[in-house]
């Protein structure tokens, strides 16, 4: 069984910066692409950023300039730089990952438990 484990989230003050990690184990033949997501209470799961398996990125319009997403194909990792956060960045961040468990098997996204980012004073 593929796994996803998030760290890296905590308590920052407005500005502050963050560097939020996702490591992926088990059952793994290949990463395609990967993404953080976040979901703040009482509203939607949105998406935050993706990164193919080529390391073509893409970023939600809220993060774009202040968030990086990268990955490091040897070690089956991906981080999220955030830098310049603020109070609405607040939220439970997840990590999502398009895997292909065996050599003959189907890709299948697979995602993390989440970890708390809170952006306060």
């Known amino acids: 069984q593929v796994q996803l484990v998030e760290s890296g989230g905590g308590l920052v003050q407005p500005g502050g910066s963050l560097r939020l990690s996702c490591a992926a184990s088990g059952s793994i033949f290949s990463i395609n692409a990967m993404a953080w997501y976040r979901q703040a209470p009482g509203k939607e799961r949105e998406l935050v950023a993706d990164i193919t398996s080529g390391g073509n990125t893409n970023y939600a319009d809220t993060v774009k300039g202040r968030f990086t997403i990268s990955r490091d194909n040897a070690k089956n990792m991906v981080y999220l730089q955030m830098n310049g956060l603020k109070p609405e960045d607040t939220a439970v961040y997840y990590c999502?990952?398009?895997?292909?468990?065996?050599?003959?098997?189907?890709?299948?996204?697979?995602w993390g438990q989440g970890t708390q980012v809170t952006v306060s004073s």
């Open positions: 999502k990952g398009v895997i292909v468990p065996t050599p003959r098997g189907i890709r299948y996204s697979y």
